[in-house]
């Protein structure tokens, strides 16, 4: 007995401490309606499933008590072995959890679908993203820009992600904003995102892709328009340029890069990335510091 209130002591002093310390975990702090809705997902399905799993931690603890050795009192019946009663609950419940469970998956599924193009008041964003090693490569075709390590967007303003890899298979995500997408050599993948506040938003890597995976992390700054064009302009003077040559150094190993600005990108130079795994080896195709600040 004695036992039993310990462990229940020391999970209620962990839940407690969790509570006291305001964990903060991205995907409860959604900062746009794909965010939103994937964290309503969430929430309801582990509420459904606690339906289940409360009742069985609470049987366990009170099956253990009361038929325990010690306990005399306890009723004695070796040739019970089967209630209909129970046979129903036990299996009528789950198999209306899987039921709205599986509803709900598929509401949600077509819904959340990342290849569906989100409708809003502003014009669209297309940002091509090339994962490396390891590094994160951002490409703006329509302003002629790109970044290292550093992706800007207007709040309220539908982005376009086309997202492939020149290096291991990995995965794109920025928790607060929506769900992952994997970015894979050869093949494009798609990502629509929307953010509905300005802030800063960490964006990073979530399937291990060698020794340098820990540091390959970004951030999502989202601003106002206005601040969106000056920013545009600001990395427009840049003095380095997206070239094939530029783009060949870029791509080798490397790890814990800084932020960089191009103030120009080659043409096409994306599905080029594409296309040499596609096709036979490309001339010029690869075989395989600045910073910037962050502020509403």
Request: charged share 15%; glycine share 4%; aromatic share 10%.
């Amino acid at each position: 007995m004695i036992k039993v209130r310990h462990i229940f002591t020391v999970l209620l002093s962990f839940g407690l401490l969790l509570l006291l310390t305001g964990c903060k975990i991205a995907v409860l702090q959604p900062r746009g309606y794909i965010a939103t809705d994937e964290r309503e997902l969430l929430i309801t399905a582990v509420l459904l499933m606690l339906i289940v799993v409360i009742p069985v931690i609470i049987l366990t603890a009170v099956i253990t008590i009361r038929y325990r050795a010690s306990n005399t009192k306890a009723k004695y019946t070796p040739d019970w072995g089967h209630s209909t009663l129970l046979e129903i609950v036990w299996w009528a419940i789950p198999l209306v959890i899987i039921i709205v469970l599986a509803t709900l998956t598929w509401i949600y599924t077509h819904r959340l679908d990342p290849y569906k193009p989100i409708v809003g008041k502003n014009k669209p964003i297309t940002i091509e993203v090339i994962a490396l090693e390891w590094k994160w490569l951002f490409i703006y075709p329509d302003q002629n820009i790109a970044t290292v390590n550093y992706v800007q967007f207007p709040v309220n303003t539908p982005i376009n992600f086309l997202i492939t890899a020149d290096a291991p298979m990995n995965s794109f995500q920025i928790p607060q904003l929506g769900g992952q997408i994997y970015a894979m050599s050869g093949m494009q993948t798609k990502l629509h995102l929307i953010a509905d506040q300005t802030g800063c938003y960490r964006g990073r890597s979530t399937n291990f892709s060698g020794d340098g995976f820990s540091g390959m992390k970004f951030i999502a700054h989202v601003t106002t328009q206005a601040k969106f064009n000056n920013w545009v302009s600001t990395v427009k003077k840049s003095s380095k340029q997206l070239t094939m040559d530029s783009y060949n150094k870029l791509a080798l190993p490397s790890e814990n890069n800084k932020v960089e600005y191009f103030s120009s990108a080659q043409k096409d130079l994306f599905n080029d990335v594409i296309m040499k795994f596609m096709m036979p080896p490309m001339k010029n195709m690869p075989a395989s510091s600045t910073g910037a600040t962050c502020s509403k």
